[in-house]
């Protein structure tokens, strides 16, 4: 028997190799690239549509910490995102490119998984299947979804940040460091701003157009942590100087002090010819973008080889829909995994992925599906999406606040290393 996986995003090409891992076959259903999603720019699967990072590389950190776990479940896409990982301090980034091709090719050449070039428009009615066709689910796949949930899909926007070529960044105004010198080798590029500056840069950003929403989107839900800049700057002058444009922990070499804020920019590419701006997701008018950005010290000249956009993100209402082993609840061979199931990032979605993939395999072998502890992030994601009692149910990445039960320890350090040593510990002697 085999499974169809529908999506090869980060999720679907997850799970497939999940299955292939216990011998199973899967047919992986994509439909690019000869239909778009809007944010997908190539053919390939696993593609990362926005920021070039998946988030902390530090166990001691959350999202560190449901990585390390992935490691340890034998995870194929962190693997391949440490192969193709380039520097960037404390986080795990990856040339996005060198990455998603390298997803590929592992499952081209693997000969239990079909890869499927097609949009799939109907929720196939008998064998296992797994829906990871992720936040840009086409409509057709949509409709059907909403039919089988019986409710109505939720939605709301991410948004993307512009990429900038190094070369035309001044360094003369901007300067590298990571904040509080963590990491090896400075890694981010830091574009200082005098309070006279960003006044300037504020005043800009608050008059400047963005793009209308269409009718169907007028009633946007934003994700906390993706709030484009311009609707941060809404909130107060000084929202972003305590946000993404934060500059505690960055002196200046210029003049060993800190500035009053600071755009940050993360490479993007394996070669660093290419920068993201750090948290500056946007969806101005382009025209808008490009004058905003060259009115931040260091990027005058800035060459944007990417402007920032907003698209749709879907997500289904998991706490009436899946069992926390990622099963229907009304159809235990059918599964969700990835952003869909209204987990938020990168890595959220290859951890659901790996869940869905390995619970498939087991239903098929008449093995017990698995569960893992809310002392886990893995486990506690899926607790949560799944359990919550939300009023407002809403995406979730790993955080500290998931994990149960909570750990009594003032230090928030150690606190955090004790918290990820009890996960740990969950998979050690476990073989997958
Ligand atoms: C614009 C945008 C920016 C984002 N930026 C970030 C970020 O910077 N950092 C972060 O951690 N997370 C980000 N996310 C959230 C999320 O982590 C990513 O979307 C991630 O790729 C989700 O993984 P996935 O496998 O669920 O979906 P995807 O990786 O999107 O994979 C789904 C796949 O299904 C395919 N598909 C859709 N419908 C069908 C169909 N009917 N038939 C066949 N194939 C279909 C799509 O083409 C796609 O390849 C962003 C999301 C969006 C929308």
Redesign the pocket.
Known sequence: MKVTI?????????AALQLAKKGVRSDL????PD???G??KTGY???????????SNDPHSASGLLKQELRMLGSFLIKFADECSVSAGNALAVDRDLFAQKVTDEIKKNNLINLVN????EIPAHNPVII???????D???KKIIEFTGRENLYF?????PVIERDSINFEKAFTANRYNKGDSPAYINCPMSREEYEIFYETLVNSPVIELKEFEKNAKFFES?LPVEVLAKRGKDTLRYGPLKPVGLTDPRTNRENYAVVQLRQDNKAATLYNMVGF?TNLKWPAQKQLIQCIPGLENATITRFG?????TFIHSPSVLMPTLQAKNRRELFF?????G????????A??LLAGINAAGLLSGQQTLIFPQTTMLGALCSYITHEEHGNFQPI?SNWGLLEPPVRQKNKKLRHELLSERALEVYRGLSF
């Open positions: 529908i999506g090869g995003g980060l999720a679907g090409s997850e259903c994509e439909m690019r239909r778009t999603t944010a997908h699967l696993a593609e990362l549509v926005c920021s070039n990072s998946l988030g097609a949009e799939i428009t990871s066709s992720g936040p840009l689910t086409s057709s796949l949509a926007f991410d948004a993307i940040a993706c997701q956009v907003m698209h749709r993100n995994a990835g952003q869909i199931t987990v938020e990032g990168y890595t959220e979605s290859i659901t992925g990445n």
